[in-house]
């Protein structure tokens, strides 16, 4: 079996970082001591671009893309593409949906038109656009389909691709090793996100830090685990992933649970070298 070249995104460990900018040095620097080459940005954490791109070059990390808020890329498409390319991005991110802009909603058609301005200034700058997915886009359509499917139809392949995140697509109920498949050659990055989950536990955008309103009392239980630490079989995906032509993978873990960020970091790395990668 093959591998991937394996990167960590920088959400995971943003409690070292918040509000606290003068700690990205030491924070990448230990992001690459316990085995990681690359990264994925999720904000600059109140530091200019340059700055970042200058920490990163003098640790040895390579940024490969960032997540960023998809009505900061509505309002300033042309800086973003500017400040990520700098930085030595390859993709920019649209890591979430507001629920305006979901499927079913007014705002829907909207965004749909905004993601391919976007996809195209990205284009235009030498970077590629993905869209990281949660579980709200594998609502039913009127017609059957998905809108994760729908989002992908709408947008072509020449202005959005994909980046999977295994751990929603499995709260959703699919499959991810068939999700990777179904978007072969069009999948560039697989986010690797272990969990425990029993029952039907509700208001999991708390768990990430996005409160969207309780929606009922809760009727189960859910935690995010580091990668191989959880429910997820991991060789199919891994595997899936090789056969869909993805170019990364990245490990991500929103929250940690009595350890610390860095060292679920590290423990996620270490069990994905048992298996060669």
């Given at each position: ?34 085995g990681y080459d690359y990264v994925e940005l999720a904000g600059l954490h109140g ?97 059957g389909r998905f809108g994760f499917d729908d989002i992908y139809e709408q947008v ?122």
């Amino acid at each position: 079996m093959g591998k991937l070249p394996v990167g960590l995104q920088v959400y995971g460990v943003r409690d070292l970082l918040a509000k606290s900018p003068q700690n990205f040095e030491s924070v990448m620097e230990s992001v690459k001591g316990i085995g990681y080459d690359y990264v994925e940005l999720a904000g600059l954490h109140g530091l200019e671009p340059e700055r970042v791109a200058e920490v990163l070059q003098k640790v040895g990390l390579k940024a490969i893309s960032a997540h960023v808020p998809v009505v900061d890329m509505i309002a300033s498409a042309e800086k973003v593409a500017k400040d990520y390319k700098l930085i030595g991005c390859d993709y920019v991110v649209v890591p979430y949906l507001p629920p305006e802009f979901r499927h079913l909603t007014p705002g829907y058609d909207t965004v749909i038109a905004e993601i391919k301005k976007i996809g195209q200034v990205m284009n235009e700058n030498g970077l590629t656009l993905l869209y990281h997915n949660h579980d709200f886009e594998f609502v039913k359509l009127p017609d059957g389909r998905f809108g994760f499917d729908d989002i992908y139809e709408q947008v072509s392949p020449e202005l959005l691709k994909v980046e999977p995140d295994t751990c929603w697509i499995k709260v959703a109920g699919q499959d991810p090793v068939s999700y990777i498949l179904k978007y072969a050659n069009r999948c560039e990055i697989v986010h690797l996100k272990d969990f425990i989950k029993r029952g039907d536990p509700r208001n999991l955008y708390k768990l990430i830090g996005l409160d969207e309103g309780e929606k009922s009392k809760e009727e189960g239980f859910f935690e995010f685990r580091p990668v191989g630490f959880g429910q997820q079989l991991w060789e199919p995906i891994l595997d899936a992933s090789l056969k869909a032509g993805a170019k990364y993978v990245v490990v991500e873990q929103d929250e940690h649970y009595g350890i610390g960020s860095l060292e679920a970091a590290r423990r996620s790395r270490e069990y994905l070298k048992i298996l060669g990668w």
